[in-house]
């Protein structure tokens, strides 16, 4: 659509019962087609959404600009951050799902961005599932408080993600309301079967259709 900035893939739902939209996030180097098997298995009943990132680092697709390994360029962020809240809502209008329906659903890079939103604009997503997030930012003014269902799975032995940044962000999430679950796992920053199989259960028991 002429209107929607971000190259994305927008899958509706399989029936016509008005449900909700996984908006799908991926990883650096990734695009918008990367989590669509993720999100038909952890929703088989719900529209997919899945939008590749804007910025390119050596040719890979990032959501935002990053100055090293676990350093990101704040400014480029919260502009990314904006841009992809009103690509939402535009998406919204142009394929008529509810915006109170948006389930985040990122991995890494994908992760951040969502959870840079779920900090900078609490009515945008009604939950979010993020795989190896950590803190994108450290918010300096207070926001409107939701009681979002937030799921962060975290890797124990991930190189990449320290396990203090991802507990971090999960208090800045509670101090805007968020009813947060962090799930560990014994693996790395490579996701595993087992616990795609605890967050398609944590959706189903913690967001209801």
Do not use: C
């Amino acid at each position: 659509m002429a209107d929607l900035d971000f190259v994305h893939e927008y899958i509706p739902a399989p029936s016509d019962t008005a449900g909700r939209t996984l908006v799908l996030l991926h990883g650096t180097g990734g695009n918008e087609r990367d989590l669509l098997p993720l999100g038909r298995f952890l929703d088989p009943s719900a529209a997919l959404l899945g939008v590749r990132g804007k910025v390119l680092e050596g040719g890979m697709p990032r959501f935002f600009r990053r100055l090293a390994e676990g350093v990101f360029d704040e400014e480029d962020l919260l502009f990314r951050t904006d841009e992809l809240v009103d690509f939402l809502r535009a998406a919204s209008a142009t394929y008529g799902f509810a915006t109170d329906t948006l389930i985040a659903v990122g991995y890494s890079n994908g992760a951040n961005i969502a959870a840079s939103i779920l900090l900078r604009h609490t009515d945008v997503f009604a939950g979010a599932l993020l795989f190896r997030p950590m803190v994108p930012f450290e918010p300096e003014q207070a926001a409107a408080k939701r009681a979002t269902p937030v799921l962060l799975s975290a890797g124990e032995a991930d190189p990449i993600v320290p396990a203090q940044s991802t507990k971090r962000l999960g208090e800045l999430l509670e101090a805007r309301g968020a009813n947060v679950d962090i799930q560990w796992h014994r693996g790395g920053h490579g996701l595993m079967e087992p616990e795609l199989q605890l967050a398609k259960l944590w959706l189903d028991q913690k967001i209801s259709r």
